[in-house]
């Protein structure tokens, strides 16, 4: 069963990869840009002090390392402060130190969940964020337009690269039947529903052979079945509404792996959370959503809505399953999300 699983996987996953080489190209067509403030800066002149938070797990991490070391070596620059994760700590202590000890830039090299904590600590300062992407997703790294193959460019940027200021958004999260709660900074996508369900059960030995594919099985396993409980939404504190969903999506941008531009008209720094609502009951209801985010047609899907806010706030009567930047969050009964302006100064190519 298991083999029949992963078989039908690789072949659903194949059939995706068609559509998402014909999603790069579109890509590449529709967004020379990824941002609508102001054009990127340079970095103030003179040597910076540069702290890196290395997940050591990851399989470049020892290469990320030393080409860090090697260019601010070559720069004339002090040594880079290194600080490593751990399994109980993924940044949080590590960044807070990089800050302390008055790193100019700090460089996360890992997953997105070691970007998304490094940023949680540098927004609100002068400090960059570098990005050195070693995960699966690396979704930040796509929507500021890196070249998340090219480790050598990737570091290059970090460190010498131009700078601009873009959004973060915050999630917070109360469950009524537990009482817990808890907050999130986020940079791309944060969800609540099935996306989070995806997250929380995608089969990690297919992750490791084919990397972000994987989620697509897991996906198909979830596909079935009605639509969830009944929700209440309000958008920037207004009047809430029911509705009946499978997800509700958050967007701060939307570019996600395999050149799926998924809300073209979302970008990193417009202020904007750009709220995705979707509420499929058939397999054409899922036909039709995945052909409008294919093909970016202009057409309404009943299944899928979209909205503009700068904050939202999601009710349910049972607790529902959250994620921030493909990071499981847990379940929660109260949810609210709001987008911060211009808070992250994040290094970039141009």
């Known amino acids: 069963m298991r083999n029949w699983i992963v078989g039908g996987s690789i072949a659903a996953a194949g059939a995706f990869a068609v559509t998402s080489w014909w999603g790069v190209r579109r890509l590449r067509e529709q967004h020379s840009r990824s941002a609508v403030g102001e054009p990127a800066q340079s970095p103030p002149p003179g040597p910076q002090q540069v702290a890196v938070v290395l997940n050591p797990i990851k399989a470049r991490a020892a290469e990320a390392e030393m080409l860090i070391e090697a260019a601010c070596r070559g720069a004339g620059w002090p040594k880079p402060m290194v600080f490593e994760t751990l399994v109980d700590d993924p940044g949080h202590s590590m960044a807070r130190q990089a800050l302390e000890a008055g790193a100019d830039v700090v460089i996360p090299c890992g997953g997105?969940?070691?970007?998304?904590?490094?940023?949680?600590?540098?927004?609100?300062?002068?400090?960059?964020?570098?990005?050195?992407p070693l995960g699966t997703g690396n979704l930040l790294a796509r929507n500021l337009d890196?070249?998340?193959?090219?480790?050598?460019?990737?570091?290059?940027?970090?460190?010498?690269?131009?700078?601009?200021?873009?959004?973060?958004?915050?999630?917070?999260?109360?469950?009524?039947?537990?009482?817990?709660?808890?907050?999130h900074t986020f940079l791309v996508i944060a969800g609540?529903?099935?996306?989070?369900?995806?997250?929380?059960?995608?089969?990690?030995?297919?992750?490791?052979?084919?990397?972000?594919?994987?989620?697509?099985?897991?996906?198909?396993?979830?596909?079935?079945?009605?639509?969830?409980?009944?929700?209440?939404?309000?958008?920037?504190?207004?009047?809430?509404?029911?509705?009946?969903?499978?997800?509700?999506?958050?967007?701060?941008?939307?570019?996600?792996?395999?050149?799926?531009?998924?809300?073209?008209?979302?970008?990193?720094?417009?202020?904007?959370?750009?709220?995705?609502?979707?509420?499929?009951?058939?397999?054409?209801?899922?036909?039709?959503?995945?052909?409008?985010?294919?093909?970016?047609?202009?057409?309404p899907v009943p299944a899928m809505s979209f909205y503009g806010a700068q904050n939202v706030r999601i009710r349910s009567a049972e607790p529902v399953e959250t994620q921030a930047d493909g990071d499981p969050t847990g379940p929660a009964t109260d949810i609210r999300v709001e987008v911060n302006p211009l808070s992250l100064l994040a290094r970039v190519a141009h």
């Open 146 to 183: 890196l070249d998340v193959s090219n480790l050598s460019q990737c570091v290059h940027t970090a460190l010498f690269g131009r700078q601009r200021r873009i959004d973060t958004a915050r999630m917070e999260l109360k469950n009524r039947v537990t009482g817990e709660t808890s907050e």
């Open 192 to 299: 609540m529903g099935m996306d989070a369900e995806i997250l929380s059960d995608t089969n990690e030995d297919l992750k490791r052979a084919v990397g972000w594919i994987a989620y697509t099985e897991a996906g198909i396993r979830h596909m079935p079945g009605r639509r969830r409980k009944r929700v209440e939404i309000s958008l920037n504190d207004g009047e809430f509404q029911t509705r009946r969903v499978r997800s509700v999506l958050f967007a701060n941008c939307g570019k996600l792996p395999g050149g799926v531009d998924f809300i073209p008209e979302a970008y990193v720094d417009d202020g904007v959370l750009d709220i995705v609502v979707m509420s499929p009951r058939t397999l054409i209801g899922w036909i039709a959503m995945y052909l409008k985010v294919t093909f970016q047609h202009n057409r």
């Open 112 to 132: 997105d969940g070691t970007v998304r904590v490094v940023a949680e600590a540098l927004a609100g300062t002068d400090v960059a964020l570098g990005l050195v």
